[in-house]
């Protein structure tokens, strides 16, 4: 089945750019030009990705963003111009997933959507991981509590397994960096800390005092060793 990958950019030039580098290897791709029609044609066409521009008049990208998030765990890749980093920073904490910065090449943008999709839809051979009342289902990319679905995003999934997936062992916000962005991507800490905190806000029963993904301070995260 085709995969089908929604392009919010209101540079036609742009849009068509990343439309035809995408169809060729595959992709169904739709075009919206604004944050309110973006969001309309999200609805009406349930992407399996979405690559959106930050710059967008009138309701800007990470607004774009906030109110997909609210209802989808679809994978969001952010394009954006600006060259500082609060802005790509900001889209990673509020639930996108990667981001390209203007100008980009299009080897490297078809490259992260390939990725980010067979992450989020990729069957993964990994075993299930049930921790208490806590399952984590490496094939469906699912997360449960007490029997309760819990929406996650790709990074919060990724993150999530990492650790679970090895008890007791630290890891620094470089190696997490390295491991759910990749190595060629420089993230600022701040961005670790604030996946992580979004995680432990679904996880755990007492997100202040978690039980499961602890702070080793001075040295990274871990995830509880427990005895099932």
Sequence with gaps: ??????????????????????????????????????????????????VLDLGLAGMDGLEVTRRIRKESDVPILIVTARSGEGDKLLGLEIGADDYVTKPFSTAELTARVRALLRRSTGALTDRILEIGTIRIDPGRRSLERDGVAIPVTTLEFDVLYFLASRPGRVFSREALMEQVWGSDRVVDDRSIDSLISRVRRKLESDPSNPQYLQTVWGAGYRFAETSG
Excluded: W
């Design 1 to 50: 089945m085709t995969q089908r990958i929604l392009i919010v950019e209101d540079d036609a030039r742009i849009a068509d750019l990343i439309a035809k580098n995408l169809e060729a290897v595959g992709y169904e791709c739709h075009q919206s030009a604004d944050g309110g029609r973006a969001l309309a044609d999200f609805a009406r066409l349930k992407p399996a990705l979405v």
